[in-house]
């Protein structure tokens, strides 16, 4: 007996050595240790087997059994490396991986965070109101008239209600002014809207930021001195401005602000940035009438506001020739700002 267990042990350790894959050695493994294998039956004999014997035989059935259950896990292992091995073959592992494409922030949002982080750092807090206006607070105590070419149905977006979409944001230095006492210091970055025909520097949605100064002593050089820091601050110590003189219905006197543009290959020129001016005692007026008091007496209180636009802001701190390709998304242009 112990000789033909024996025997199937130097049969089972064969087949299992030639087993070329994992299904080889399962069969291999039923054949052997399965209900019908070789070793099972072999073992159900043990009832047949002398009583002085049967120590002995069952001491080689297990030892059997020990044998071929090691050589099968052993082997399986083996197996199962070298398929990982014939998975991995033909791919380098040491190539560097695969960067994943990363977002970043639009041009606009960067200029608009650092003309705001500037402006904070001089005291001035940030104010919002409405992109749908009344007449009042984007027109009327604004100082502009009702034949104001601006309140024109063919430059201005207006609803059936009367309202309109606000054609910039001067009117939050109305909405600010009606809610809190002077003096007052603040900026208000946000969108307008104008009936433009589009083009490379016209668009009917664009970007403003909005600037208001009111206190018992503030004078134009103040205006002059604050937007002078602003803009070298923004593009550079070296950055030339000037003031020109011009006309807006909400403050006197009223400049243009321009900088000028030095790109490469071109000849310098200057561009215009900003419209401001010293609050308009007219607006004071307007805003006390509102108010139902005298807080903004012109006697008392003077101010500046400014109103840039940020996308030709944008443009010319990166040198963008078509504004259009702000509002693109367009990542072949995007992806320059990461
Ligand atoms: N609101 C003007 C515009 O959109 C810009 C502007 C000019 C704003 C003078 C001001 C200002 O606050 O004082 O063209």
Not at 313 to 331: C, H, Q, S, V, Y
Request: charged share 25%.
């Amino acid at each position: 007996m112990n000789e033909s267990i024996g025997t199937i042990q130097t049969a089972a350790l064969a087949q299992i050595a030639a087993a070329a894959c994992e299904r080889a050695l399962e069969d291999a493994r039923v054949a052997v240790l399965g209900k019908k294998g070789t070793l099972t039956l072999a073992g159900a004999a043990i009832k047949d087997v002398p009583p002085a014997e049967k120590a002995a035989f069952g001491q080689s059935l297990n030892a059997a059994r020990t044998a071929i259950t090691a050589a099968l896990t052993e082997k399986q292992l083996a197996l199962r490396e070298a398929a990982d091995r014939a998975a991995l073959a033909g791919i380098d592992s040491t190539l560097p991986a695969r960067a994943l494409p990363v977002g970043s922030l639009h041009p606009l949002t960067l200029i608009r965070d650092q003309a705001i982080g500037i402006l904070r750092r001089m005291g001035f807090a940030l104010a919002d109101g409405p992109e749908i206006e009344d007449e009042f607070h984007c027109f009327d105590a604004l100082n502009t008239p009702a034949d104001h070419p601006a309140r024109n149905e063919k430059d201005t977006f207006y609803f059936e209600s009367g309202k309109l979409l606000r054609t910039h944001t001067s009117s939050v230095q109305i909405r600010t002014m009606e809610t809190q006492p002077p003096p007052v210091r603040i900026i208000a970055p946000g969108s307008a809207y104008r009936r433009d025909e589009i083009d490379a520097t016209h668009l009917s949605a664009f970007n403003q930021l909005e600037g208001l100064a009111v206190g018992p002593d503030i004078s134009l050089p103040d205006l002059k001195g604050t937007l002078e820091y602003f803009l070298r601050e923004l593009f550079g110590t070296k950055t030339e401005v000037r003031f020109r003189p011009h006309f807006f219905p909400f403050t006197e006197p009223s400049f243009e602000i321009d900088v000028k543009l030095t790109v490469k290959g071109q000849a310098p020129r200057w561009i215009e940035v900003a419209g401001c001016g010293m609050v308009d005692p007219a607006v004071f007026d307007a805003v006390n009438r509102s108010r139902k008091d005298n807080a903004y007496d012109p006697d008392k209180v003077t101010g500046f506001a400014f109103g840039m636009g940020l996308d030709r802001l944008a443009m010319i701190r990166w040198g963008i020739k078509d504004i259009r390709l702000l509002i693109e998304n367009d990542t072949r242009f995007l992806r320059q700002f990461a």
